[in-house]
């Protein structure tokens, strides 16, 4: 079953970028590349996409403004596969999110609420407005964190956040499958990106980071970017409301 259409959130840089080029290889013919302030990054990432015979479609959006940011991207994705003569979003990855690192006694509602807005508001919103635009066949994938199920006390915003999005997306399954629409979480370990760029160069933090996996080492975009390329792909049919563990093993 051919998959044309890709519509990826954060996909200017890290996991996002390494998505979208992952899914251009794949065959995806249209690749919606969501941006937040970062024209020059996405840029380069079309840029790759274009040179692999894909098309690219910028999408700019704050996502801090949750819902409303939501709407607006998916009127503009949806006007965009139109214009490209295609038809219905085949692949929706909702990998945009922000970390906003905070203990339980250092919580501040500001941050609370930004975070909220980009990891859970924003990708519940946005598949509510693309539900009905989506392919028979089509997947749903959430960037989520192994934080969920691992102990972060310096991210209670965020692990509710991602715990969230999750739930979320457990929920939808069903009603999808009726359309053999696969939804799934992927929830990574630490990854070398921008993302952690405040705390992973501190003496011994990174040592520390790549001590947690199995492997010994940080997880790369590429390396979550495969789990997502497998569970759009055709292999993933069978598999639908899970979070797929992909943090290399991490323990506590
Ligand atoms: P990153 O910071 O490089 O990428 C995050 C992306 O989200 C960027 O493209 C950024 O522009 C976008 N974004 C952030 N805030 C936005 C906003 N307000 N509006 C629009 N776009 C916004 O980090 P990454 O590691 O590539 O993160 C991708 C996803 O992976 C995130 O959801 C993150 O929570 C998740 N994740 C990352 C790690 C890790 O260690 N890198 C671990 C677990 C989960």
Known sequence: MPRSTA???GASRGIGA???????RDGIRLVGIHYGHDRAAAEDTATRIRAGGATPVLIQADLARGAAAAAQVAAQWKDAVALHGH??????VS????NGAQSIGQLDTATYDRVLAVNLAAPTFLLHHLTDHLNDNGRVVAISTGYTRIAAPTHIAYTASKAGLEGVIRAVAPEL???GI??????PGV???DINADWIDAPGAREHAESLSAFGRLG???DIADVVRYLAGDGGRWITGQTIDATGGTRL
Request: glycine content about 8%.
């Open 7 to 9: 519509l990826i959130t």
């Open 18 to 24: 390494a998505i979208a080029r992952g899914l251009a």
């Open 87 to 92: 038809t219905g979003t085949d692949v929706l």
């Open 95 to 98: 990998n945009a999110g922000i």
């Open 177 to 179: 499958a009726k359309r």
């Open 182 to 187: 696969t939804a799934n979480s992927v929830a």
């Open 191 to 193: 990854v070398d990106t």
């Open 220 to 222: 790369t975009s590429e």
